[in-house]
């Protein structure tokens, strides 16, 4: 194969490369989000930003830069105007049946985790909140139904509306996505303990107050886990402590 040739075939390839990339961007980054077993029932796609109202003025339009699936998402900018910050719907109302799980797919803007809440409500006023912390990247939160059912009288044959707003002081900025029934929990694969350094570890409870030992004591470190009273969790989601939302260790 002649030098021209090769140079003709590379030219090819890098034009068909770019024209792939193109059109990738153009349709976003696809998810990897959870996804349960059994029978599903979607809900909202996200795709239709008029069904939604804001009571703060948060602004939000679709969007196609992150989609879990389809071909937009729902961009919102939770502002601090008030604090409180939210989106809401009652235009598409109904029966939620024998399902148990509502679930809905969120990309958080960033790099720090961000409270993140919810409520529903029912033709009878009767309205149950559920709130989660969710990691930088995608993340897929979950609402028991029937926990709702037991402990606010929730009637899934009945809901009027749905809220979806920020749980922390500082705005954030998501994209929402795939708002779905399921008879199964999303369940996040299991992974392996990562190793951490302790500027990562998250709550610390009592640790640097305990009295200094004597000169002639056996060091702390020695006598208990140089870990006693502290708590370290994964983010669900792809975040800077791994993919998953177990408990590394507690002790």
Known sequence: ?????????????????????????????????????????????????????????????????????????????????????????????????EFKYLNIDIYLEGEVPAGFAAWIRDTQLHKAEDAWQLAPGWNTITMDLEAMRRKAGLDKSAIESRCLYK?????????????????????????????????????????????PAPATAQPIDAVVSPFKGWTAKRWQGASFLGVGQKAVFSQ
Request: aromatic fraction near 8%; glycine fraction near 6%; hydrophobic fraction near 40%.
């Open 1 to 97: 194969m002649s030098h021209r040739t090769l140079a003709a075939l590379i030219s090819v390839v890098a034009l068909l490369a770019g024209f792939l990339f193109i059109g990738n961007a153009g349709r976003g980054l696809q998810a990897q989000v959870i996804k349960p077993e059994g029978t599903t029932k979607l809900l909202i796609d996200f795709e239709d930003a008029s069904i939604w109202s804001s009571e703060n003025k948060s602004p939000f339009e679709t969007r196609s830069q992150q989609v879990s699936e389809g071909k937009k998402s729902l961009w919102v900018h939770f502002t601090n105007d008030p604090t409180w910050s939210n989106i809401w719907t009652n235009k598409v109302a109904g029966d939620f049946g």
């Open 167 to 211: 749980d922390v002081k500082e705005e954030i900025t998501v994209h929402i996505d795939n708002m779905y029934l399921s008879m199964e929990k999303p369940v996040p694969p299991k992974t392996e303990p990562v190793q951490m350094p302790s500027s990562e570890l998250l709550i610390n409870v009592d640790f640097e107050v305990l009295a």
